[in-house]
């Protein structure tokens, strides 16, 4: 069940109560936030759900939590934590995990892998659909109400829920997207403490691909700027709600020139080859 990423680390499966002691450690290290209960994450690994941890030196440095799901006659896997030791991150760990959960759902017997994530987080957004190539059409205001944790303190806890159809030809061989020609109609600025400020959020209805930018750096955002990073959230939910309801989702990112902004890519729904 493990494979070897590196000549000291090593990826497994998760499943006994020793395991999930040492998922509580990390969680507090990583978010100083109470952690899952032990009763709760043996349960699901012994129910449909998948925990996966990643050691190095034979120390716990990273995790990915996900429960069965189940609605309107489908099943598939959520994917509700993944977590790296502040010491380990951007490392190419997350990715890691993601993969082999990718494979071991996949034996497991789903085609589906959901989970959420905030909108404006470009670093999460990166990997969720222009490395892993999952796709997301459905926003949620305010998903997890408030939330006192340093990276949601604050603001409404708004999500993404990304769909990863993990035996789809978009994961295997994602549909060619021309950015160059998708419509930019969101002009942006910068701020006197040099962050970008979105501008407008009105558009001519349009069938083609379109861009719509995203702070590269939303915590500093926040901490600096508090009423900035409440107008990012406001109009970027207004934009990609209504752009939901005609029929797009998102489809990847592409990194800004300017260094400011990264930019959403979405394109009509149904041009994913998502079964």
């Known amino acids: 069940m493990g494979v070897t990423a590196t000549k000291s680390m090593e990826l497994r499966v998760l499943h006994t109560a ?3 002691n040492l998922v509580q450690k990390l969680e507090h290290d990583i978010w ?5 209960p032990v009763h709760q994450t043996i349960t699901a690994a012994q129910n449909g759900g998948l925990l996966l941890g990643a050691f190095y030196q034979d120390e716990l440095i990273g995790f990915s939590y996900g429960f069965a799901g189940f609605n309107k006659g489908k099943s598939y896997l959520c994917s509700h934590m993944l977590g790296i030791h502040p010491d380990h991150q951007d490392k190419g760990l997350g990715a890691l995990l993601k993969q082999k959960q990718k494979e071991m759902a996949s034996e497991m017997g789903y085609d589906l892998i959901t989970w959420t994530f905030d909108p404006l987080e470009s670093r999460n957004a990166y990997l969720n659909l222009s490395k892993l190539h999952a796709v997301c059409s459905t926003y ?12 949601n303190h604050g603001l409404p806890t708004d999500r993404l829920k990304v769909e990863w159809w993990i035996n789809s ?4 061989e994602p549909v060619r997207i021309d950015a160059d020609s998708a419509l930019d109609p969101f002009e942006w600025g910068v701020s006197e403490d040099d962050f970008p400020v979105l501008l407008n959020t009105e558009w001519e209805k349009t069938w083609g691909p379109v ?3 995203i702070p590269t750096n939303f915590q500093a955002i926040k ?6 990073a409440m107008d990012w959230r406001f109009k970027t939910r207004e934009i990609l709600q209504r752009l939901f309801a005609q029929g797009y989702a998102i489809a990847s990112v592409i990194k800004g020139q300017e260094g400011l902004v990264h930019y959403y890519v979405l394109v009509q729904r149904d041009e994913l080859q998502l079964n």
């Open 140 to 151: 949620v205001e305010n998903c997890y109400g408030d939330m006192d944790d340093s990276l």
């Open 18 to 20: 020793s395991d999930m």
């Open 32 to 36: 100083s936030m109470d952690p899952l």
């Open 223 to 228: 901490t600096h700027n508090y009423e900035l």
């Open 169 to 172: 030809s978009h994961v295997e």
């Open 211 to 213: 861009l719509v930018p």
